[in-house]
Every structure is written in structure tokens, then in C-alpha cells.
């Protein structure tokens, strides 16, 4: 089946430093990846949408600025949580959707999550 | 608003029984869905889904039905089994274009009991 792979699982670092987040689609190619977060005992809320090769679309509340999101391949996409703060410690999750002459739904497959930290 | 509502926060059932997850929508506008299953510290797993075109979609122990008039989808796991226990989650996705948003519920977790 669809494997997305992400990567780290998990991050500790310093308020103030930047962390990248990467998601990958091991056997398939995904012009369409997302980026949630879920807060603990929460819903996966959608933070954006990454698409390959331009700019991604960020749901609203969501700083831009905050959250780089950079969709360079067919089967990678980064987010990077810059100048991150303790409030921005939680559980964030990919997804990737299989595209490539697919015809009709698909599901969209999910990484394991990155837990980042922030002290 | 919440366009996706999975009204029981828990359940709880004998092994060997069926499992009954609910959800309910109210945007119209969603036309496929799907059930996906989550353990804590890891990303959802796919485990079903069904186009609007259709009421019942099944494969092994999980089936899915959705009724469109009611704006009402459940799913059916029999028999339980203990390694089903988990956080389950209804998503909706919008029509069609370039629109693959997911719309989740905020889950209901399943425990069976041996």
C-alpha cells in the first residue's frame, strides 16, 4: 500500500531555533501534500496545502511566515517551523493524496507525525 | 462550525461483537469519505472509504454505509477485536478540482474489551 514517510519523529530544541519537517511519498508521486496539527485530544486541523512546484495554500489563522512550506518534488515536502516558540509545541502530521493520471477519490495516505518540543 | 460531528467520544465493546461508529455532516457538498484509524503518537491509517455514488462499501471485517438523505455515515466492524481499540476518525472531502481538503471529525475512541 501507500507509504508517506516523515521525518523526525520527534524534536526537542530551544525557543528561538528553526525545525524542518520532512514528508516523502515512498511509492507513489503526490503533486497535492498536506500539513495538520493536532493538539493533544483534538481533530487534525489542516494548516496547508503543499503543491508541487508553486506556492502552498494556508487554511486561515494560519502565519505564512511562521510555517515555510516547500513542495520541491513529486515525492517531498518540507515544513518549516521558523523562530519556533513553546507555543507552537504539538504533533504535526503530513499527508500525501496519489496523483499522476489517477482517476477518481483517493484516499490520502498519512505520515507518523513529528511531536516537536519547543523549551 | 463543524461540518463533521462524531457525537460519541467512546465506545465500548465485547470481542467477538460488532463495533458501531457514527458520523454525521451538514456540507452537501461532500462526496466521498472515509474512516481512519489512529493510535496515539502516530499518523492516521486509511482504513475505508465510499463515494457519494454509493451506500455501502465493505472489505473484511469493516463496512461502510452512508445514507446522503440523512447526512449520515457509519462504520461497522465485526467481529471486534481487542487490536481494533484505537481513536477512529471520519473525514469528508469536498467535490472534485484541485480541492482534496479533508474535513475530520474529532473522533471517537474504540475500546474492545477481551
Known amino acids: 500500500g501507500a507509504v508517506v514517510s516523515q521525518h523526525p519523529s520527534w524534536v526537542i530544541c530551544k525557543s528561538g531555533t528553526s525545525v524542518k519537517i520532512e514528508c516523502r511519498s515512498l511509492d507513489f508521486q503526490a503533486t497535492t501534500m498536506f500539513w495538520y496539527r493536532q493538539f493533544p485530544k483534538q481533530s487534525l486541523m489542516l494548516m496547508a496545502t503543499s503543491n508541487e512546484g508553486s506556492k502552498a495554500t494556508y487554511e486561515q489563522g494560519v502565519e505564512k511566515d511562521k510555517f515555510l512550506i516547500n513542495h520541491a518534488s513529486l515525492t517531498l515536502s518540507t515544513l518549516t517551523v521558523t523562530s519556533a516558540h513553546p507555543e507552537d509545541s504539538s504533533f504535526y502530521i503530513c499527508s500525501a493524496r496519489e496523483t499522476g493520471g489517477v482517476v477518481g477519490n483517493q484516499p490520502q495516505h498519512f505520515g507518523d507525525g513529528t511531536r516537536l518540543s519547543i523549551l | 462550525d463543524q461540518q463533521v460531528k462524531q457525537n460519541s467520544p467512546s465506545l465500548s465493546v465485547q470481542e467477538g461483537r460488532i463495533s458501531i461508529l457514527n458520523c454525521d455532516y451538514t456540507?452537501?457538498?461532500?462526496?466521498?469519505f472515509l474512516w481512519y484509524k489512529k493510535y496515539p503518537a502516530e499518523g492516521p491509517t486509511f482504513l475505508i472509504s465510499i463515494s457519494s455514488i454509493k451506500d455501502k462499501n465493505e472489505d473484511g471485517r469493516f463496512t461502510v454505509f452512508l445514507n446522503k438523505s440523512a447526512k449520515h455515515l457509519s462504520l461497522h466492524i465485526v467481529p471486534s477485536q481487542p487490536g481494533d481499540s484505537a481513536v477512529y476518525f471520519c473525514a469528508a472531502e469536498g467535490s472534485g478540482g484541485s480541492n482534496y481538503k479533508l474535513t475530520f471529525g474529532k473522533g471517537t475512541l474504540l475500546t474492545v474489551n477481551p
Open positions: 456540507n452537501s457538498m461532500f462526496d466521498y
